[in-house]
C-alpha cells in the first residue's frame, strides 16, 4: 500500500524569499516520488524526480528536493521565490512500478506576494 | 512537437447526454493514462491501457468506457453523464507502463460540467 500526504493546501511566501512545501508518504517498497507543477488553466508538468540514486535531487526552475527514508519525506524547496512560481504543485508516489499505480497527493498552492 | 493533446478543452453538458473526449500523443508511448482532478482530491486514475490494444480499469471508472484506438489515440466516453463527472480531465501517456521512474506527460486537460 501507498499514500501520498501534502502537509498544506495553501503556502504563501513573499517574492525573494524561500519556498517550502512539504510531502510525506508511505510505501511497502522503495519508493519512486516526483514533484508535478500545474499552472491555472494547465497540464501538469514535471519538475523533479527522485529515482533512487542522489538523495538530493535538482528540478527545473531552481527547484530541489531532498528524499529522507527515515522521515518518509520529499520536501520540495527553492532559495528565491518568483512571481511565475504562482501554482498548484502535486508530490507523486509510485511503490510498485508502473505509472499506473501512482499516487497524487491532493496538491499545494503557492501563493507568490510581490 | 505537439506532446499529448487533449480535445475538446471545455465542454457543457445536460444531465444523460454522451460525449467522447479525445487524447493523442506523437511521442511514441507505448502507456496511456486518463484521469480527473477534483477540488482537494488530486488526481485519480479513471482507465490507462499499458500497451496498444489492452485497457484496465483505475480507481474511479464506473460511468467512463475507454477505447485505445491506435498507438497514438486514446478515447475516453460518458454515455449517460451526471453531474458528479463534473470535473476537470486529463490524458496523459509515457513511454512504458510498469517500468519504474518514467515520468508521463501530461495534456492540458478538459473541463467538463454537467448540469
Known amino acids: 500500500a501507498q499514500s501520498v500526504t501534502q502537509l498544506d493546501s495553501h503556502v504563501s511566501v513573499s517574492e525573494g524569499t524561500p519556498v517550502l512545501l512539504r510531502c510525506n508518504y508511505s510505501s511497502s517498497y522503495s519508493p519512486s516520488l516526483f514533484w508535478y507543477v500545474q499552472h491555472p488553466n494547465k497540464g501538469l508538468q514535471l519538475l523533479l524526480k527522485y529515482t533512487s540514486a542522489a538523495t538530493l535531487v535538482k528540478g527545473i526552475n531552481g527547484f530541489e528536493a531532498e528524499f529522507k527514508k527515515s522521515e518518509t519525506s520529499f520536501h520540495l524547496t527553492k532559495p528565491s521565490a518568483h512571481m511565475s512560481d504562482a501554482a498548484e504543485y502535486f508530490c507523486v508516489v509510485s511503490s510498485s512500478g508502473g505509472y499506473q499505480k501512482v499516487t497524487f497527493g491532493t496538491g499545494t498552492k503557492l501563493q507568490v506576494i510581490p | 512537437n505537439a506532446g499529448v493533446t487533449q480535445t475538446p478543452k471545455f465542454q457543457v453538458l445536460k444531465t444523460g447526454q454522451s460525449m467522447t473526449l479525445q487524447c493523442a500523443q506523437d511521442?511514441?508511448?507505448?502507456?496511456m493514462y486518463w484521469y480527473r482532478q477534483d477540488p482537494g482530491m488530486g488526481l485519480r486514475l479513471i482507465y490507462y491501457s499499458a500497451s496498444e490494444g489492452t485497457t484496465d480499469k483505475g480507481e474511479v471508472p464506473n460511468g467512463y468506457n475507454v477505447s485505445r484506438l491506435n498507438k497514438r489515440e486514446f478515447s475516453l466516453r460518458l454515455e449517460s453523464a451526471a453531474p458528479s463527472q463534473t470535473s476537470v480531465y486529463f490524458c496523459a501517456s509515457n513511454l512504458q507502463d510498469g517500468v519504474p521512474n518514467t515520468e508521463a506527460f501530461f495534456g492540458q486537460g478538459t473541463r467538463l460540467t454537467v448540469v
Open positions: 511521442m511514441n508511448h507505448n502507456s
